[in-house]
């Protein structure tokens, strides 16, 4: 079993920035790829950043140049910095790891989930 828990939402006004963590723990041999998603009622769940296992990043155009994705492997940990934040930017923003267990095999895994609010 493995488990991911975030942190670092709240409300913040337009133009702010915000940086959310998201660390995981239990029976990891290694972390490949890790993602932030994000998720509004009535909305299909969105990706809006992913960081590959050699440090690539990529990101949909909605978020470029305002978001940045970062990892920390020796604490199974990754970031996303949101700076300029807009109202739309407002979900449920969930992280994601494929992770291989000791079971041998590669798994995605969720986070909670936490709130980012941002205020016009």
Do not use: H
Not at 93 to 104: A, D, N, R
Request: proline residues 2%; charged residues 15%.
């Amino acid at each position: 079993q493995v488990q991911l828990v975030e942190s670092g939402g709240g409300l913040v006004q337009a133009g702010g920035s915000l940086r959310l963590s998201c660390a995981a723990s239990g029976s990891i041999v290694t972390i490949n790829t890790m993602y932030w998603y994000r998720q509004t009622p009535g909305k299909q769940r969105e990706l809006v950043a992913s960081i590959f296992s050699g440090g690539s990043t990529n990101y949909p155009d909605s978020v470029k140049g305002r978001f940045t994705i970062s990892r920390d492997n020796a604490k199974n940990t990754v970031y996303l910095q949101m700076n300029s934040l807009k109202p739309e930017d407002t979900a449920v923003y969930y992280c994601k790891m494929v992770v291989l267990t000791f079971v041998g095999a590669f798994k995605d895994y969720w986070g909670q989930g936490t709130q980012v609010t941002v205020s016009s």
